[in-house]
């Protein structure tokens, strides 16, 4: 028996949607076994999956296969997270950040600001 791996991301609350896993899987970001995976492409239980989302890769090994959206922690049972621990939100949250009152940034800034958040390349 399979599941689609798109459904069974939806399935286990690694995203919100089901259309963000369709989407995750066609921009490559879903890899199954090592190979990047299409949305209908089948998983089945002892299968690894990668998804990379939220700005961190998620690896997770198949132990359940569901294609209704549970709870959380029946959620947490169908598998087994073999993820690196997310970054501390202290390192996160320095970034780009302005004290109060200090105005309106000059072009310099907002290029340095948005350099630091990760949305321009160097």
């Given at each position: 028996?399979?599941?689609?791996?798109?459904?069974w991301?939806w399935?286990?609350?690694?995203?919100?949607?089901r259309?963000?896993?369709a989407a995750?899987?066609?921009?490559?970001h879903?890899?199954?076994?090592?190979?990047?995976?299409?949305?209908?492409?089948?998983?089945?239980?002892?299968?690894?999956?990668?998804?990379?989302?939220?700005?961190?890769?998620?690896?997770?090994?198949?132990?359940?296969?569901?294609?209704k959206?549970?709870?959380?922690?029946?959620?947490?049972?169908?598998?087994?997270?073999?993820?690196?621990?997310?970054?501390?939100?202290?390192?996160?949250?320095?970034?780009?950040?302005r004290?109060?009152?200090?105005?309106?940034?000059?072009?310099?800034?907002?290029?340095?600001?948005?350099?630091?958040?990760?949305?321009?390349?160097?």
């Amino acid at each position: 028996m399979s599941a689609r791996v798109d459904s069974w991301i939806w399935a286990v609350r690694l995203t919100k949607t089901r259309s963000q896993a369709a989407a995750a899987c066609r921009a490559g970001h879903v890899k199954v076994n090592g190979e990047r995976a299409k949305p209908a492409q089948p998983v089945k239980p002892g299968d690894e999956v990668r998804l990379f989302h939220g700005g961190r890769e998620r690896i997770v090994e198949v132990k359940e296969l569901l294609t209704k959206r549970v709870g959380p922690p029946v959620a947490a049972e169908a598998y087994v997270d073999n993820s690196p621990p997310p970054p501390l939100r202290e390192h996160v949250a320095l970034a780009g950040v302005r004290e109060r009152g200090a105005g309106r940034p000059t072009k310099r800034e907002r290029r340095e600001l948005d350099q630091l958040r990760g949305m321009r390349p160097s």
